[in-house]
């Protein structure tokens, strides 16, 4: 479950990313700059059509234009993870470190790609590096993705930690309270994992893995009209879903 969200998060990132200009200086508006950003910017674009030979292409030229700008190196890796392709994906979440070290966004991406590798030691370092860039804009991403990637580590205490900065930062944020959910389930704190489950029905729509965690929950309640609900729902909803064959009768 926690992967999937993870996922989710990193698309969000992405995509904001590229969309974003660095701060002006002399460099940065130079022709080269402008060439970088606006093919960037294309190939998100083309991404998000699915158009990903087109959007190869732009991203290369953006890095030949000025292969220091940050942001192209961030989408392109997100496109290569999109092509199932992680050892270019990975080389290119590195350079977007190497060539803007302390911003939040671009630590960010790169955790939440070590986190899908299953380095959830060494993805927390770039969590916190994110969360230490005073002008990151959306603190509470990292905060989720690093609690999310705690969970699905078994690192119940950080997950804990992480994800209720989250809703510090947002309290309706669903991912958090989604994960926070998922975390006191598998602490045996029904009752709380309900509450969140309550509160992330009311902020977002229900997913696959969101209806079977509440089936599981209401099975540990003793609730059986809920959970057959839930399970029901699931099962119409989701019906091919792995969460649908973990709960079919």
Not at 85 to 108: F, L, Q, S
Not at 127 to 141: C, K, R
Not at 226 to 247: C, G, T
Request: proline share 4%; with cysteine.
């Amino acid at each position: 479950m926690s992967r999937i969200l993870l996922k989710i998060l990193i698309v969000l990132v992405a995509f904001a990313l590229a969309s974003c200009a660095s701060s002006p200086s002399t460099e940065e508006t130079s022709k080269a700059r402008r060439a970088a950003e606006t093919n960037t910017e294309l190939g998100r674009q083309y991404i998000a059509r699915g158009e990903y030979e087109v959007a190869l292409d732009k991203l290369k030229r953006a890095i030949a234009h000025d292969k220091t700008y940050a942001p192209a190196h961030t989408v392109l890796a997100f496109l290569y993870e999109n092509l199932n392709d992680d050892e270019m994906a990975g080389k290119e979440y590195r350079e977007a470190v190497r060539y803007d070290p302390d911003a939040g966004p671009v630590n960010n991406n790169y955790g939440a790609f070590l986190c899908s590798q299953n380095k959830w030691r060494e993805a927390e370092r770039y969590f916190e590096t994110a969360l230490n860039d005073p002008f990151y804009a959306t603190p509470e991403l990292a905060t989720t993705n690093a609690g999310l990637c705690a969970l699905g580590a078994g690192d119940l205490d950080k997950a804990d930690k992480y994800l209720r900065q989250s809703i510090e930062y947002d309290a309706n944020l669903p991912e958090a309270l989604l994960g926070l959910g998922n975390l006191n389930y598998q602490q045996e704190q029904y009752l709380r994992a309900r509450a969140f489950l309550q509160r992330y029905e009311a902020a977002a729509p229900h997913t696959a893995e969101s209806l079977e965690l509440a089936y599981r929950i209401e099975r540990e309640l003793g609730d059986e009209q809920a959970a057959d609900r839930y399970r029901r729902e699931l099962i119409q909803s989701f019906p091919n879903s792995n969460a649908a064959k973990a709960v079919a009768r």
